[in-house]
């Protein structure tokens, strides 16, 4: 097997960071294929943090071609900003550890103001957007008047779409949200000056996957946000405007699905969301602050305060359908040591009913009530452990409990934010 994709399988924050920068070492291509710096990802090498918003995960390593998928929203500004910040840190950023490619689209500043103006004006019913303009810029995509990377480098073109895109969002941040409007000059003479940084950095990246793909190379794609915040499977309206699921990376990258071998799906030990939004198996009692203080359960972008609760396995099996998941990589065991009982949730009941899918409509979704399978729970620190051996009875079979009810087999067990803390069983590659 050659090409893995790594996918959120819940509402984000999974540990997918941790994941792609531990098997980066094995590939010689890591490709981001959409969501923007909604996403952060978290890898902890040698005891240094370092949180990756749009690069993709496996710059850490320095010799990996890391690439930017048309399908990601580009915020120059954070782009040049990150790129900064990893040099700052020692590492070395050029166009032969980094590209982007010239058909993603730029997140504007007037993103950012209507992401903002939108969420202010729905006050109670805010979606709990992280603010960066993410959902804009796809609107803009999808509208047909976005501004892509490589009008960059075509300033008359840049010109007149950045005209024509400041005339409706001035008339709709001010006439509609009360907001301020942004000036023309000041953001083109911006625009201008970031091209010059990124102009050697902006490829025909299909292109480059695929003379990457015939000379043999192991090429992993990085998805961002999680599968129930897909904007078609997830927990809509609650969700991101991207397709997080597998399937994006063929979208988002000018890859055909020929070349993906395996699907590795990253999943917390329990379920943790950000934002607002439905969250059956929500926990508001003792065992939910355990997991959050114990899991350090903030979010890597905004800062926020995550919601925690049990493993559902009613989204996973959704999640498994939806991706074709290969294989499961868990996360985050070491955080459920030290519980009296773990519990599993195996199926909703609404109304009366069994359900075995997250239901499409909110109101019913609001209705359901999780099943719970009730498991022992293990005192012992697992931190160390390095094998499926050194692990307690009780976490093994908690592990082989959500095989047996997923029906897909575990790849690697993470018990620890560190590359070393990890209990690998089948190698995707
Ligand atoms: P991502 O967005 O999916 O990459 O995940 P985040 O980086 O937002 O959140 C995951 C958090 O859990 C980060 O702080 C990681 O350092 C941390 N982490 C990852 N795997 C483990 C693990 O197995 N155990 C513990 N305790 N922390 C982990
Ligand atoms: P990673 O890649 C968790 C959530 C936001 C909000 C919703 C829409 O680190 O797993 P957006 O700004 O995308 O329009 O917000 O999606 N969200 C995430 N939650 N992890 C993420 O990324 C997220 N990216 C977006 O909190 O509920
Ligand atoms: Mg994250």
């Given at each position: 097997m050659s090409?893995?994709?790594?996918?959120?399988?819940?509402?984000?924050?999974?540990?997918?960071?941790?994941?792609?920068?531990l098997l980066a070492s094995r590939t010689d291509m890591v490709?981001?294929?959409?969501?923007g710096n909604?996403?952060?990802?978290t890898l902890v090498v040698n005891g240094e943090q370092t949180i990756c918003h749009l690069i993709p995960s496996g710059i850490l390593h320095g010799d990996k071609m890391c690439m930017i998928g048309n399908g990601v929203v580009v915020d120059p500004e954070v782009l040049l900003g990150e790129m900064k910040h990893l040099v700052e840190k020692g590492l070395v950023i050029n166009p032969d550890n980094l590209c982007l490619s010239e058909k993603a689209h730029l997140i504007m500043p007037y993103h950012r103001a209507v992401d903002l103006a939108r969420e202010t004006a729905k006050g109670e019913d805010k979606i709990g957007t992280t603010g960066r303009g993410i959902g804009p810029c796809y609107e803009d995509k999808a509208g047909r008047r976005?501004?892509?990377?490589?009008?960059?480098l075509e300033p008359d073109v840049l010109d007149e779409k950045i005209r024509e895109n400041l005339k409706e969002k001035n008339f709709l941040l001010t006439n509609f949200f009360n907001a301020d409007p942004l000036e023309y000059q000041p953001l083109f003479d911006k625009c201008l000056e970031m091209a010059e940084d990124?102009?050697?950095?902006?490829?025909?990246?299909?292109f480059e996957i695929d003379n990457g793909v015939k000379a043999g190379k192991k090429i992993l794609f990085e998805g961002a946000q999680g599968t129930h915040l897909d904007i078609d499977h997830g927990t809509y309206p609650f969700v991101t405007s991207s397709n997080p699921v597998s399937g994006g990376a063929c979208a988002g990258t000018g890859v055909g699905p020929d070349k993906l071998h395996h699907i590795l799906g990253i999943m917390k030990a329990y379920t943790?969301?950000?934002?607002?939004?439905?969250?059956p198996t929500d926990l508001e009692d003792d065992s939910g602050r355990y997991i959050q203080e114990k899991g350090a359960e903030f979010g890597a972008t905004t800062g926020r305060r995550r919601r925690c609760g049990w493993l559902d396995l009613v989204m996973m099996r959704d999640s498994i359908r939806y991706n074709g998941l290969t294989s499961i990589s868990m996360t985050k065991l070491d955080v459920l040591t030290g519980l009296k009982t773990v519990k599993v949730c195996v199926a909703y009941?609404?109304?009366?009913?069994?359900?075995?899918?997250?239901p499409a409509?909110?109101?019913?979704?609001?209705?359901?009530?999780?099943?719970?399978?009730?498991?022992?729970?293990?005192?012992?620190?697992?931190t160390s452990a390095r094998s499926l051996d050194n692990l307690p009875l009780n976490a093994r079979d908690y592990i082989k409990r959500i095989e047996q009810l997923t029906g897909v087999s575990l790849s690697i067990v993470s018990v620890g934010p560190m590359r070393d803390q990890t209990i690998e069983i089948i190698d995707p590659f």
């Open positions: 090409n893995v994709v790594i996918v959120g399988s819940q509402w984000g924050d999974e540990g997918k960071g941790k994941i792609v920068d490709v981001r294929f959409q969501g909604n996403a952060g990802h976005g501004i892509r990377a490589i009008d960059l990124l102009k050697s950095y902006i490829k025909n990246i299909s943790t969301r950000v934002g607002s939004g439905p969250f009941e609404c109304e009366g009913e069994r359900i075995q899918s997250m409509s909110l109101n019913k979704l609001a209705k359901c009530i999780p099943v719970y399978e009730e498991l022992p729970g293990w005192q012992e620190d697992i």
